[in-house]
Nanobody
Framework: QVQLVESGGGLVQAGGSLRLSCAAS????????MAWFRQPPGKEREFVAG????????DYADSVKGRFTISRDNAKNTVYLQMNSLKPEDTAVYYC????????????????WGQGTQVTVSS
C-alpha cells in the first residue's frame, strides 16, 4: 500500500521559513518523480515544485521561484520543500505527489497523493 505522509506545516510570520517533508512508503521511491502542490482557501490546487528521480532537474512555479527549494533523499524515501521568505499568499494546504513518468504541473497525471499539511503565514 502506497503512503505519502507530509509533515512540517504550521503557523509562521511573513518573512519566516518552514521545511516540509514527505515520507514515502510502498513504492520504489528512487524511480518516482516527486512534486509539491498547494491548495489555497477557496482556490484550485496548484503546482509548486517538482523534482526528477535523480534530482538532476527541478521545476518551480513562478510565484515561488527563488524562495522555495525542492530536494529529495532517496536513501530516506523523503522529499523536502524548503520555504523561505514566506508571504501571506503562500497560505495553503500543501500536498506531495508522486508519478512514475514525468514531472508535470498538471495535478491530474499524478499517481499518488499525501493527505496534506497546513501552512499558514500571518502578516
Amino acid at each position: 500500500q502506497v503512503q505519502l505522509v507530509e509533515s512540517g506545516g504550521g503557523l509562521v510570520q511573513a518573512g519566516g521559513s518552514l521545511r516540509l517533508s514527505c515520507a514515502a512508503s510502498g513504492l520504489p521511491f528512487s524511480r518516482y518523480l516527486m512534486a509539491w502542490f498547494r491548495q489555497p482557501p477557496g482556490k484550485e490546487r496548484e503546482f509548486v515544485a517538482g523534482i526528477t528521480w535523480s534530482s538532476l532537474r527541478t521545476d518551480y512555479a513562478d510565484s515561488v521561484k527563488g524562495r522555495f527549494t525542492i530536494s529529495r533523499d532517496n536513501a530516506k524515501n523523503t522529499v523536502y520543500l524548503q520555504m523561505n521568505s514566506l508571504k501571506p499568499e503562500d497560505t495553503a494546504v500543501y500536498y506531495c505527489a508522486a508519478d512514475e513518468a514525468v514531472v508535470s504541473r498538471n495535478p491530474g497525471i499524478y499517481d499518488y497523493w499525501g493527505q496534506g499539511t497546513q501552512v499558514t503565514v500571518s502578516s
